[in-house]
């Protein structure tokens, strides 16, 4: 089992849709969780942390449940510029060292 | 206050020379991280490094592969013999120190291997 599964997508939806992406964590003990995009050809950048209570951040909701080992990133309204990647990341322990382990990318265009 | 700086953007070897890939963390980071991102794939975790020190190399391929990050200077990623599966682009992160904090990501270095 990967231990961060996203659906690959691609998802095509039009401007102004509401879109959610879903992601599995596979180590219980993980204590951070983020959601990053990123752009054709760019370096990641941070979207959002992830929280337990669940964040919003204008357009953009995350939600965590950790009993589920499940992460949301809700996008509401969305616009042209949202086309991206976004990758679901958590953070794992190995040995007192933490890294952080991205999924595979959620691909995301977003028609006029 | 400069971000992750990582050099050169891009690179083209032939098979069978070395590559050396360079990453200046942000200022007061002392923290590094090494990516590989195969085309059309996800980030994959090579080494994780603080100064003078490997703390997590269980991403890197057991040959060909090494990283360091000295006391003075940028952390360097090197392949040596580079293959034509080595091409690939591949990112710098720092963190202040190893803890909950999201990274912060260098442009990437796009290794081309012909």
């Known amino acids: 089992r990967k231990e961060v599964e996203q659906d690959p997508g691609p998802f095509n939806v039009p401007e102004g849709a509401t879109v959610a992406f879903n992601c599995t964590y596979s180590?219980?003990?993980?204590?951070?969780f983020f959601w990053y995009r990123q752009d054709c050809r760019k370096e990641p950048k941070l979207l959002m942390s992830?929280?337990?209570s669940g964040n919003e951040d204008g357009r953009f909701t995350a939600q965590l449940n950790r009993a589920s080992q499940y992460i949301s990133l809700l996008i509401r309204d969305s616009k042209l510029s949202d086309s991206a990647t976004y990758l679901c990341?958590?953070?794992?322990?190995?040995?007192?060292?933490?890294?952080?382990?991205f999924g595979q990318g959620t691909r995301l265009t977003i028609n006029p | 206050n400069a971000g992750v700086m990582q050099n050169p953007r891009h690179l083209v070897r032939r098979r069978g020379q070395e590559a050396r890939l360079r990453c200046s963390p942000v200022?007061?980071?002392?923290?590094v991280y090494w990516y590989r991102q195969l085309p059309e794939e996800g980030l994959k975790f090579m080494v994780y490094?603080?100064?003078?020190?490997?703390?997590?190399e269980s991403g890197m391929p057991k040959e060909r592969f090494s990283a360091e990050f000295p006391k003075e200077g940028p952390s360097i990623l090197r392949i040596q013999q580079v293959v034509r599966g080595d091409s690939a682009a591949y990112f710098c992160?720092?963190?202040?120190?190893?803890?909950?904090?999201?990274?912060?990501f260098g442009s990437g270095t796009r290794l081309t291997v012909v």
């Open positions: 992830v929280y337990s």
């Open positions: 180590n219980s003990a993980s204590q951070s």
């Open positions: 992160a720092s963190s202040p120190q190893n803890s909950n904090y999201g990274y912060t």
């Open positions: 990341v958590v953070n794992a322990i190995i040995q007192g060292a933490q890294k952080l382990v």
């Open positions: 490094l603080q100064k003078e020190n490997i703390i997590d």
């Open positions: 200022k007061g980071h002392s923290h």
